[in-house]
């Protein structure tokens, strides 16, 4: 490069075309850093995303061979076929957006509490939030058995008089499940935006005769708008491919699209009709938060600020 | 090796950047020591366990099992380690064809499968087990066992599998809590649907689900004919909102009571009974399940050393002995008969009348297979 330069650079009333020049190689350099540094990220993207979703849509036109698997093919029978697991994808978008309202509705308040109204206990109680997560999620899954089994609360409940309550196995306890695992990732984003909430705003808003209930619409919704956003794509994305916790607290009963498909590629090992489905669920949440995105860039919140 | 070489290794050694075992090896410690304890005895005592230091036959030091759940005695397993320095990680299942899913899959990192008689021909077929070095298990007795049970386990006369145990598949229910005494298969439908409403489990397995509600209508337990699985499709999805839960671990909801009736196997019932002698367990009089669990080694295994000796590990009858008293399920081995306990022996849960016994069948093959089976399965679970 240096080489290409330099004939110019001999003369002093091509000072100024040198500069320019040496100011595009600095950039060129530094897009070339930038590239190289974006390199791993592309790579990982590429290799453990792009990829894996073109198998799946290839194997989804695919057929079952005959000991199970995949075996070539073309075929639209297995998008036909979508039909046979109607429960599993009505179950999944009634309890996914339910189990995500739901945990709103818990956690806003808890992290309102975390972000206002704590001193110097804060570190403390935020602490205790995240305490569950060091012990496997499938461990304190299963422990909701004990809590919802006919000798866990429904034996509360009959002491008092509610006889015959039952909870494990029906969709409230995967409800309770759901509510109970992913209500730390709803607290989290929702505390950060709550944090930097400035409380002199609510004092001016106290001042000038907003009610309480004025001051939450007006400005602390407002502001918490982007960690709301953030921490309802993050739990409902995931619930949306939840299998877990429906398998545990479900008891076979209450079945998810990820239940069906665990069925598909682990029992009956009919992996291209298990594509189909996975790829129906991808379009399916990519609509839905592609809607839930415009909803949110119209009705207030700024674009991207919801944004992973 | 220089003096520099050996004590940069050893620098590397304790600071962590090559293991222990690798620091013995590279400097040559490790073969100086062994040769060393196996000439000069007394030398080394109480410093390392001797397979450690390859005295012993080393067999490496885990071991994969796939196996079903409540199936082992953990004394066994316990003991098993201590002797041979492999430690036994396990996984369950809850169907055949869970089990047969992983393995196609790869990377499953098991030494030992627990395959059950109906399976064994497709892993031959896919050339997933290979055939047994006998001489290797020398506790394996073939004359021990019944030829029924041994047959299944092989494979164009060689011996792809030995046998584990034996047992059948029929309901286990607590007459405390369940009025009606359930014979048949007719019966365990409808009092699932009535009695014991909300309380009743069904195997989350296609061969058993699937070959009970046939049987009830009078069919084999292995049909693959389209009308008579359209009969029990539309008996199992009638039933499902009835049910407790479709699992194969019975054990947990009927202890707590929250189930009263379930599909079971021979151990589970055993087991049950055991603990809570009002649960009780029969066969259903139309016929139903008998099978034989075996010992398979995928090809795929990373320590079959280590398999071979657990195999041969437990088939020892004295071994099998604590099995059979743990889990409940019969061993089919003569020679571990001959060491339980006459009232074991007469549990008609562990070893039914004859004529409870003529009218079962063993699964086939082609259950495993088939796409019919697998996608009634899959509806009934989703639907």
Known sequence: ???????????????????????????????????????????????????????????????????????????????????????????????????????????????????????????????????????????????????????????????????????????????????????????????????????????????????????????????????????????????????????????????????????????????????????TLVTIMLLIIGVYLKLVARYGGKPGEGAL | MDQKTFIKTMRSWQNGSITRRDFLGRTGLGIAAAVMATNMPGLLSGSTSTSALGADKNIGDRLGLATWPNYHSQENLDNFAKTTGARVSMSVFGSNEEMLAKLQAGGSGWDVLVPTNYTISTYVKLGMIEPLDLSRIPNFDPSAFQ????????????????????????????????????????????????????????????????????????????????????????????????????????????????AILAMSWTGDASQLHRDTPSIVYALGKEGGELWSDFFAIPKSAEHKEAAYAFINYLLDPQHNKLEVLAHGYPSGDKRVDALLPPAMLNDPIMYPAVEQLSPLEFGAAATLTSPLRAELMARFKSA
């Not at chain 1, 499938?138 to 004990?146: D, H, K, M, P, S």
Request: with cysteine.
């Open chain 2, 147 to 258: 030829e029924k049970f041994m047959a299944q386990g092989t494979v164009d006369g060689k011996v792809y599998a030995v046998p584990k145990n034996w047992g059948t598949t029929g309901m286990a229910y607590d007459s405390a809590k369940l009025k009606a005494k359930p014979t048949s298969w007719k019966e365990f439908w409808a009092v699932a649907k009535d009695q014991a409403d909300g309380r009743t489990m069904v195997h989350d397995y296609q061969l058993t689900a699937i070959g009970n509600a046939l049987k009830s209508f009078g069919y084999s337990f292995n049909s693959l004919d389209a009308k008579e699985l359209a009969d029990a499709e539309k008996l199992l999805i009638e039933v499902k909102p009835h049910l407790f839960a479709i699992n194969s671990d019975i054990q947990p909801s009927m202890r707590s009571g929250d």
């Open chain 1, 1 to 279: 490069m240096d080489a290409v330069i330099s004939p110019n650079a001999r003369h002093a009333d091509a000072s100024d075309v040198n500069i320019e020049r040496t100011q595009k190689k600095r950039r060129s350099l530094g897009r070339r850093i930038t590239l190289l540094m974006l390199l791993p990220s592309t790579l990982w993207f590429l290799l453990l995303l792009v990829m894996p979703l073109m198998i799946i849509l290839v194997f989804s036109f695919g057929e079952r061979s005959a000991v199970g698997g995949y075996a070539g093919g073309l075929t639209l029978a297995n998008y036909l076929n979508l039909g046979s697991r109607a429960a599993a994808f009505s179950n999944t978008l009634v309890l996914a957006p339910l189990g995500t309202l739901v945990c709103l509705l818990a956690a806003y308040p808890l992290a309102y509490f975390l972000a206002v109204k704590t001193g110097k206990n804060r570190s403390l109680l935020l602490t205790l939030v995240i305490v569950p997560f060091w012990t496997s999620f499938l461990i304190r899954t299963y422990a909701w058995i004990f809590i919802l089994s006919g000798k866990g609360i429904p034996a509360l409940l009959a002491s008092v008089g509610l006889d015959d309550v039952r909870l494990i196995n029906t969709p409230y306890a995967v409800l309770i499940g759901i509510v109970y695992g992913y209500l730390p990732l709803m607290v989290f984003p929702i505390y950060v935006s709550l944090e930097k909430l400035d409380k002199r705003l609510l004092e001016a808003s106290a001042d000038l005769g907003a009610s309480a209930f004025e001051s939450l619409r007006r400005i602390t919704l407002p502001l918490a708008a982007p960690g709301i956003i953030t921490g309802v794509m993050l739990v409902f994305i995931l619930l949306m491919g939840e299998f877990l916790i429906p398998a545990v607290l479900g008891g076979g009963k209450v079945f998810f699209v990820g239940n069906a498909l665990v069925d598909l590629f682990l029992q009956s090992r009919n992996w291209p009709f298990g594509s189909a489905l996975a790829m």
